[in-house]
Nanobody
Framework: QVQPVESGGGLVQAGGSLRLSCVAS????????VGWFRQAPGKERELLAG???????YYADGVKGRFTISRVNANKAVYLQMNSLKPEDTARYYC?????????????????WGQGTQVTVSS
């Protein structure tokens, strides 16, 4: 089973940028959507962006225009370019695959969660 491995998080000032990577360990992401989520302390995990095998993308309203998701053709990595970061973007960021039918906004229908990578945006 493919296990996503996230990296690229860190500490950045407000207005800065980070590029997160999600690499498929043990295989490829196949035909499944891959999504980026985040979870801040005391808050629910939320979908930020997703990309299909056919490169169709979708974003949460709060990150449209600031975040860009991409998927390499070799299907082993998905990236999240984050620009104009805000303190409220501080959270742990995760990637996952959507192998089951169901609402894409519900983390329960996503699988293969990685350990996440911490993003901290200072004001």
């Amino acid at each position: 089973q493919v296990q996503p491995v996230e990296s690229g998080g860190g500490l950045v000032q407000a207005g800065g940028s980070l590029r997160l990577s999600c690499v498929a360990s043990g295989g490829t992401f196949g035909i499944y959507d891959v999504g980026w989520f985040r979870q801040a302390p005391g808050k629910e995990r939320e979908l930020l962006a997703g990309i299909s095998w056919a490169q169709d993308t979708y974003y949460a309203d709060g990150v449209k225009g600031r975040f860009t998701i991409s998927r390499v053709n070799a299907n082993k990595a998905v990236y999240l370019q984050m620009n104009s970061l805000k303190p409220e973007d501080t959270a742990r960021y995760y990637c996952a695959q959507k192998r089951r039918t169901g609402s894409r906004d519900d983390p329960a229908f996503w699988d293969g969660w990685g350990q996440g990578t911490q993003v901290t945006v200072s004001s």
